[in-house]
């Protein structure tokens, strides 16, 4: 029974991604005087993309044809290994925070991959982004969850959120930074604002979508729905930090588990619409900053528990 309840609980989480994205636009559209899309409008386009027809470019390799499968495959696969709310993973082991990291490290190789394969130029400098700003994004995952795997001595993602307790003040402080850096992590790898406007149409500010613009059909299917996917795993990983995972009660966890997503979801819209897109130069020194205070963080918090 607890194998199909694990099951179940991830294909709600696999289903509910779109309307994680739908809710946001909504309240995007709502705070700026707009009637906005339905909440359900992610659904409506992943039907529409689903039923037209995939066409490949003449330069296109096989590169071009498995780069969706294996993106969208790798983003499936990471979530079988984050703590959704108050449950166990699908999968869990010592040291899965380590696989975490470069499943969704082998989604953006591929979708660089099949960016690059095309040999337009477009896309190329696309791709070219996505991984200059990975080098800067990446170790704030690394030194976030690196950082509570050292205090309690653990290396797989769930016992390391099981032992997160928010009695300590210190350590209520210190998870509250680490959340923050966790949450511009997510904004970065989710190609959100400020870092990326994932509504614009303007070829030489884009970064994560103008690596698709030559996709269609099914492939763009995938790719739109890895995106909706890693959005809901990144806001799932950020909310881990304030569960109740010693929680008995699954309706309590359940209903806490929501709480903090609706939270979550009013930070990102508050940021998406208060904040203009920043430069292109100024993202790196945006994600050293967001390393920076988890560095800080680590130090401060080590020299008062001493």
């Known amino acids: 029974m607890e194998i199909l309840s694990k099951i179940l609980i991830y294909l709600i989480f696999i289903f509910a ?8 636009n909504k309240l995007k559209a709502r705070l700026t005087g707009r009637i906005g899309p339905s909440i359900f409008q992610s659904y409506y386009d992943l039907r ?15 590169i071009s044809r498995v780069s969706p499968v294996v993106s969208f495959a790798s983003i499936l696969f990471a979530g079988m290994i984050l703590p959704i709310g108050f449950t166990r993973p699908l999968i869990s082991f010592n040291g899965d925070l380590i696989l975490f990291a470069y499943l969704l490290g082998l989604s953006r190789f591929f979708q660089i991959l099949g960016a690059m394969d095309i040999g337009s130029s477009f896309e190329g400098m696309g791709a070219a982004r996505e991984a200059t700003f990975a080098v800067f994004a990446e170790p704030i995952y690394f030194f976030t969850l690196g950082s509570l795997a050292f205090i309690f001595g653990q290396t797989s993602m769930y016992e390391i959120f099981h032992s997160i307790t928010l009695n300590d003040p210190s350590f209520l402080v210190f998870i509250a930074v680490a959340s923050i850096s966790v949450f511009f992590l997510m904004i970065t790898e989710t190609s959100r604002m400020p870092v990326d406007d994932p509504n614009t149409h303007l070829e030489l500010t884009m970064i994560h979508e103008v690596m698709i613009l030559d996709n269609s059909g099914q492939d763009l299917f995938l790719y ?7 959005i809901l795993i990144y806001a799932t990983f950020t909310s881990n930090f304030f569960n109740p995972f010693n929680a008995q009660n699954y309706a309590l966890g359940f209903f806490v588990y929501l709480a903090v997503m609706m939270a979550l979801i009013a930070c ?13 130069k100024s993202i790196p020194q945006y994600l050293l900053f967001a390393a920076s205070i988890g560095i800080l963080n680590l130090l401060i918090y080590s020299f008062f528990k001493r």
């Open 48 to 62: 529409r993309l689903m039923r037209k027809e995939t066409i490949y470019a003449t330069s296109a390799s096989f």
């Open 268 to 280: 990102l819209v508050w940021v998406e619409t208060m904040l203009g897109r920043f430069k292109m």
């Open 17 to 24: 991604a779109p309307l994680f994205i739908g809710i946001v």
């Open 224 to 230: 739109q729905y890895s995106a909706y996917l890693k």
